[in-house]
């Protein structure tokens, strides 16, 4: 009877055996490293994962499967696969997952940048796209561009001439590009008093929330965990008084339009509030746009907008501080064109005349894009994608860092060298799928002349003014958040230049 039983047994084994490895072969999945119970493979992301996901996928491969706790993630690390994506199957890979921070603070995902893919999202962009980011808003705004600069200009001449020269450059560029996008979405500056101050601390708190570690996001029955840390009181008061902020700000938008009062110290000119309250009123399209969505998109263009920019600088002046002889060829370039001219204008960089100035910033993007790994995007249909079998619900995330440093792709990755795009056609508008700071497809970023305006603008001030001493050893570990800057502020010692000065 024993000896039965052990035979039944064996052949269930063999039938599962069987089963599973017919199953595999049929089902070609991407390859993926082993997992624990419970938490998968998110023990191997460390605190810089497009790093760690580099190094996992020379050993698996440039399509690779994680398990994020119970999130299935297929992870994209080849220019190949991305073509692939974008060419062929686009519009499956072009949803978002629900993100619960983000989905708290922008009203259930009514922005851009986190709504599901369907017809919300194709409302709010195609305002995104023709309303507010198009060439000519953005154009239109060339006087904020300029007026900002020629402040930060100001402010580094002032602190360079006192006796404590070292000026943190950082935290000037930080006040640039929020300055510009306050002024540009909002109509005015929040730069000193309580209003600011209490602007500033909603913005950080709302950055460190979304990079704390959210166990409920990856392991829904772990959310407790969040409730009892205080996270989810954190999250909740933040969101009520940006709420509360956002609202205000419309309804003094809503008031000036009927000329109840004066905007406090700004001029008339229509900012994103005032475009977003006409096409509510006048309802022309087709999807009547609700309060909450003006205010998720204000949210939008800040989360989106304002940190990727400065980084993208940051990152860019860190690389000619540590490399003189690109520094001394750019400010060339620059105080060539410009001449003895008081100030570089946008005319200056019109029509390709700084060549150099835009080699730069196309390199810096390439060795460091502010979203490394993108914004992640959610699969709505199962597909076969390179001969693997992906399912519906899988969140992708592409490794933008990794392609933009693949030795099959790029002669000598790891060097700065901004030579390699002189001459050369590629561009990050998303159609060369080796260089893609700005994401690709459907769900590329809308803002990238918004913030190449700014980037270009501030860095061609910086290279006609100023030198720099050189800091050859400076430290350019990653702070690790979802855009990934400079560790440590960027502390520098400007000489005027005084051909230019
Ligand atoms: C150097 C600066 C910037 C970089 C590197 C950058 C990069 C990106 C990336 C990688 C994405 C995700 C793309 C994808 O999933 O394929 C994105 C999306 C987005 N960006 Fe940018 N961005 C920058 C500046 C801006 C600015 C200035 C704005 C607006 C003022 C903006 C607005 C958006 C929005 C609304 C989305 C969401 C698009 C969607 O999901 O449909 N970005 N950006």
């Not at 790029?410 to 030579?419: I, L």
């Amino acid at each position: 009877m024993i000896s039965f039983i052990y035979f039944i047994l064996f052949i269930i084994f063999l039938y599962k055996w069987y089963f599973n490895a017919t199953s595999k072969a049929r089902k070609r999945l991407p390859p993926s490293p082993a997992k624990l119970p419970v938490i998968g493979n998110l023990f191997q992301l460390g605190l810089r994962p497009h790093r760690s996901l580099k190094e996992l996928s020379e050993r698996y491969g440039p399509l690779m499967m994680l398990h994020l706790g119970s999130v299935p993630a297929l992870i994209v690390s080849s220019a190949d696969a991305v073509r692939e994506i974008v060419k062929n199957q686009d519009l499956i890979f072009s949803s978002r997952p629900k993100l619960s921070v983000m989905h708290r603070i922008v009203y259930g995902s009514k922005d851009i940048a986190f709504a599901r893919y369907g017809d919300h999202w194709r409302q709010v962009r195609s305002i995104g796209v023709l309303q507010l980011l198009s060439n000519k808003r953005v154009q239109s705004y060339r006087h904020i561009r300029e007026e900002e600069t020629s402040l930060m200009i100001e402010k580094i001449r002032n602190s360079s001439s006192s006796s404590m020269s070292e000026v943190n450059l950082s935290n000037l560029l930080v006040s640039l590009t929020n300055g510009i996008i306050s002024r540009v979405v909002l109509g005015r500056k929040y730069d000193g008093g309580e209003e600011s101050e209490n602007f500033e601390l909603m913005l950080k708190e709302i950055g460190e929330l979304l990079v704390t570690f959210n166990p409920g996001d990856y392991v829904p029955w772990l959310n407790w965990i969040n409730r009892v840390s205080g996270f989810d009181a954190r999250l909740e008061k933040v969101a009520k008084s940006f709420d509360e902020f956002l609202t205000r700000v419309v309804e003094e938008h809503r008031s000036r339009k009927q000329g109840n009062t004066d905007r406090d110290g700004s001029s008339d000119e229509v900012d994103f509030v005032d475009i977003l309250l006409e096409i509510q009123r006048e309802n022309s399209s087709s999807y009547p746009i609700e309060t909450d969505t003006i205010k998720a998109l204000i949210f939008d263009m800040f989360g989106a907008g304002t940190d990727t920019t400065y980084t993208a600088l940051e990152w860019t002046m860190a690389e000619l501080l540590r490399h003189p002889k690109i520094m001394e060829k750019l400010q060339n370039e620059v105080r060539s064109v410009a001449g003895s001219k008081l100030e570089v204008t946008e005319e200056d960089l019109e029509k390709n005349k700084m060549p150099y100035l835009k080699a730069v910033i196309k390199e810096s993007l390439r060795l460091h894009p502010p979203f490394p790994l993108l914004l992640p995007r959610e699969l709505t249909q199962d597909t076969t994608l390179m001969g693997y079998e992906v399912a519906a619900g899988t969140r992708v995330m592409i490794n933008a860092w990794a392609i933009g440093r693949d030795p099959i792709l790029w002669e000598n990755p790891e060097e700065f060298h901004p030579e390699r795009f002189l001459d050369s056609e590629i561009d990050f508008k998303g159609f060369n799928f080796e260089f893609i700071p700005f994401g690709v497809g459907r769900r590329g970023c809308p803002g990238i002349t918004f913030a190449i305006g700014v980037d270009e603008l501030a860095l061609a001030k910086l290279m006609h003014k100023f030198n720099f001493a050189t800091q050859k050893d400076l430290d350019m570990t990653e702070a690790p958040g979802h855009s990934v800057h400079v560790k440590f502020p960027l502390l520098v010692n400007p000489i005027p230049h005084l051909a230019s000065n």
